[in-house]
């Protein structure tokens, strides 16, 4: 008896080791298991101050300088487009003047001159350039975007692609109504005005000087309902303001179609200065959609 009851501690001794060990064995997978969750919980942590950094960073305020630098290479940016179109335009430049431009001379039976040694050159790289213009309207529209878009809430970036797309359409369409229908009647009223006994005989520069700022000036005044949509959706515009001032703006149509016909005739003003009073009123149809879809800054 006791040899067994002098056994007994000894066996408790061995045991508590034992214990202690499972004990610290137990505590050692619990610390496992709560590591686990902490590791989530800290990538999460910084997963969401990354993110906050990225949004700190786009919306940060840039300083003067840097809006320059900006600028700079939008405008870098958009002449090398233009450039691009015009030297790709020169390959076709020959087909271009015989049926495109001269085309209405031609059908009037206008006598054209040159007048400088070195006029058609000028007058061939004058159209090339036009051309590249037209051509590099989309990407002049994406640039201007660009620049302007850090300004503007994430919401309202969105319209991006639309804008640049339906732009250049209404860009076009304006290039096209002056040519198919401002020319021709500006042509015929100069054709048929005045006596027999003056033979009419035109330069050639001033020729492409009225018809380049023609088309120029139509593609211009077609951005209209573009622009109002813009105005409209940062709800700097409202229908009820175009409303009000219609008759200003029949004014101002009418000043805008003065200055920007290449000549003083009647004719090619008057036919600038219809389109301009319809395009008020779809802009301001363009307007109250635009607004009927809620402001972006609003939502």
């Known amino acids: 008896m006791n040899e067994e009851q002098q056994d007994n501690p000894y066996d408790e001794d061995e045991d508590a080791p034992r214990g202690q060990q499972g004990g610290q064995d137990t505590d050692d ?26 949004e700190k960073d786009e919306g940060k305020e840039m300083s003067f300088l840097d809006h320059l630098e900006e600028l700079r290479w939008r405008i870098i940016y958009s002449m090398t487009g233009i450039i691009v179109g015009a030297v790709g335009l020169w ?17 009037y039976k206008m006598d054209l001159q040159n007048l400088r040694p070195f006029g058609q050159v000028l007058i061939y790289m004058q159209v090339a350039i ?4 037209i051509l590099s309207i989309p990407n002049t529209v994406y640039q201007i ?32 109504f002056a040519y198919f229908f401002i020319l021709p009647a500006a042509l015929k009223f ?12 035109i330069s050639i520069e ?38 009000r001032y219609w008759r200003h703006a029949m004014v101002v149509s009418a000043f805008v179609a003065a200055l920007i016909s290449p000549g ?15 395009l008020y009123e779809i802009s301001i149809w363009i307007s109250k959609l635009s607004q009927k879809k809620g402001s972006p800054r609003n939502a």
């Open 190 to 201: 100069f054709v048929h005005f005045g006596t027999p006994a003056i033979e009419n005989i």
């Open 29 to 54: 997978s619990s610390d496992d298991n709560q590591d686990a969750p902490d590791t989530e919980e800290s990538g999460g942590r910084r997963r969401k101050r990354g993110r906050a950094n990225d």
């Open 264 to 278: 003083p005739d009647p004719v090619s003003m008057l036919m600038m200065a219809i389109p301009l009073v319809f």
């Open 91 to 107: 390959f076709f430049i020959d087909p271009l003047m015989e049926h495109v431009l001269l085309r209405p001379a031609i059908e």
């Open 130 to 133: 036009f051309g590249g213009l």
């Open 145 to 176: 975007w660009k620049f302007i878009s850090p300004g503007l809430y994430p919401r309202e970036r969105r319209y991006i692609t639309a804008i640049v797309i339906f732009t250049s359409i209404c860009f076009l369409i304006g290039v096209s």
């Open 206 to 243: 001033y020729y492409f000087d009225f018809i380049i700022t023609l088309m120029l000036g139509a593609g211009l005044v077609f951005e209209l309902p573009m622009l109002s949509f813009f105005l409209s959706r940062l709800g700097i515009l409202s229908p009820k303001i175009m409303r």
